[in-house]
């Protein structure tokens, strides 16, 4: 059964670091475009940053850009993303997510879903 299990998440002061893992199982991982998204409480759902098939190709939502680094490692079926310099307004629930399509921002494009892990940045 396709599964994509996320971990990681905490609580951080405001400047610090923290790293996402996101593992697949029931999938060809390798085939797979990935990505990581977020939702805060009474917002949509945003794309922070997906990584291509092979992994030489990212796209960054522009808050995170030179912040966080998204990375993924096919022998280990698994997805990163190191989050550095964290900001109160980073807090929300990441997911990471799989789809079939060209490298894309889009949630929309992503079929596969994981249930989530709480990020939260204090000041």
């Known amino acids: 059964q396709p599964q994509l299990v996320e971990s990681g998440g905490g609580s951080v002061q405001a400047g610090g670091s923290l790293r996402l893992s996101c593992a697949a199982s029931?999938?060809?991982?390798?085939?797979?475009?990935m990505g990581w998204f977020r939702q805060a409480p009474g917002k949509d759902r945003e794309a922070v940053a997906v990584i291509s098939v092979g992994g030489g190709d990212a796209d960054y939502a522009d808050s995170v850009k030179g912040r966080f680094t998204i990375s993924r490692d096919d022998s280990k079926n698994t997805l990163y993303l190191q989050m550095s310099s964290l900001k109160p307004d980073d807090t929300a629930m990441y997911y990471c997510?799989?789809?079939?399509?060209?490298?894309?921002?889009?949630?929309?494009?992503?079929?596969?879903w994981g249930q989530g892990t709480q990020v939260t940045v204090s000041a």
């Open positions: 029931g999938v060809t991982f390798r085939m797979l475009q």
């Open positions: 997510a799989a789809g079939l399509s060209a490298l894309t921002l889009r949630p929309t494009d992503y079929s596969l």
